[in-house]
């Protein structure tokens, strides 16, 4: 059985989304107002899944949203019998391990195991994109999900590369199925990308509208998607030194990761307590409070001793810039060379960017104009030498 009370907050969420009247999905569904206020309500129970089923598409309720709130809806068998039945088969078989493999390649790519699924993601986005253009069937909406999923990872990894030009483009093709499919976490996580792009790029005040254009789609989102949008916010704020709305909106997200169940949308998007008191630490470098960043790491250092490759790299490399930053650069210059080495071991430029950032920044003030920091620079050199 369903949880009713989840059940009916998610249609109630889905039906605010398309702004109808509980009378309009009423009469779309069959039944009286009533009934679907009392659903909304959890006082009336949904016992055939015939019910669920139907409302589930009239709303466009993803199978995901089932799942994380009872049981999903039985998958369906295609038996095929007719040419035209051949596409939904095809889709089916693809739905089901390639949403697996999108769900699982974050923490591939992580560990520094790109080459295993990259080329995956590609032939799987082109296969897609191919069966999608002339495709009307019944497994049409879930095979969009599955395709902005694979645009959002592979934006991902574009943006890794500061290919900025490729990372937008998979990101608005997110929106365009987003919108498509009405569904708040797919525009709400393309929306923060594509905001996170914009921050990277300094331009912080068009990153902020695109944050603020999400929020009607964050208000209906799942716990993860929401907490993620409060720490790529908090991030905006603390790079262009806006501490007061830092504060707030990291706040905002601890309190979701502290309430938060274990989720695949929260493993597949790195939102977890650890990730959060990370980004926290590295808010309070931004705003030069490394004593307060510090403290944040040592909480961070319980939580995960030990780290995949990539996690492992920008780890190492915040860390070591909050000792910069405190002065302490033994301790800076130590953290900071091991990172460097890491990111040239699974390739990231964006990484190295971030020692290159911090040590540009140290070198006009009077702590860096000895020649210790000169280890990081010649570290520097070498390593996007490699990388060119």
């Not at 130590?334 to 920044?361: C, D, P």
Request: charged share 25%; with cysteine.
């Amino acid at each position: 059985m369903l949880n009713t009370n989840a059940f009916g907050q998610l249609v109630k969420s889905y039906r605010e989304q398309r702004s109808w009247m509980q009378e309009e999905l009423a009469a779309r569904w069959g039944h009286a107002r009533e009934y679907v206020s009392q659903i909304e309500r959890g006082k009336r129970k949904l016992d055939s899944m015939t019910q669920v089923v139907r409302l589930a598409d009239i709303l466009d309720i993803p199978q995901e949203k089932l799942e994380e709130i009872g049981r999903g809806i039985p998958k369906r068998k295609i038996a095929v019998e007719k040419p035209e039945q051949a596409d939904s088969a095809i889709l089916q078989m693809l739905l089901a391990p390639g949403r697996d493999m999108v769900q699982l390649s974050y923490m591939l790519w992580i560990a520094d195991q790109a080459p295993i699924f990259e080329e995956k993601l590609q032939e799987l986005t082109i296969t897609l994109d191919q069966a999608l253009t002339s495709y009307h069937g019944e497994f049409l909406k879930p095979a969009q999900q599955l395709l902005a999923y694979t645009h959002q990872m592979r934006g991902r990894i574009a943006f890794d590369r500061l290919d900025f030009a490729a990372a937008s483009g998979y990101f608005s093709e997110m929106v365009d199925l987003g919108q498509e499919l009405n569904d708040s976490d797919i525009i709400t996580m393309a929306m923060v990308y594509q905001g996170s792009l914009l921050r990277k790029r300094g331009r912080f005040e068009t990153a902020l509208r695109c944050f603020d254009a999400a929020k009607p789609y964050v208000n209906v989102s799942a716990d993860a998607i929401r907490g993620i949008y409060q720490v790529n916010l908090s991030t905006v704020y603390a790079d262009s030194g806006q501490e007061k709305l830092f504060l707030h909106a990291i706040d905002a997200a601890l309190e979701i990761a502290k309430e938060m169940k274990d989720s695949i949308t929260g493993l597949a998007n790195d939102f977890s307590l650890d990730a959060v008191l990370w980004a926290q630490a590295g808010g309070f470098s931004e705003l030069w409070k490394p004593q307060e960043a510090l403290k944040v790491y040592e909480q961070t250092d319980k939580l995960r001793p030990f780290r995949p490759l990539r996690e492992l790299g920008a780890y190492t490399i915040d860390k070591g810039e909050a000792y910069l930053r405190l002065g302490n650069l033994d301790q800076g210059i130590e953290l900071s060379l091991k990172g460097i080495q890491l990111a040239s071991e699974y390739q990231s430029k964006r990484h190295l960017g971030w020692v290159e950032k911090t040590y540009n920044r140290l070198r006009v003030l009077p702590i860096g104009k000895g020649k210790r920091l000169d280890t990081l620079r010649d570290a520097l050199i070498e390593a996007k030498s490699k990388l060119e």
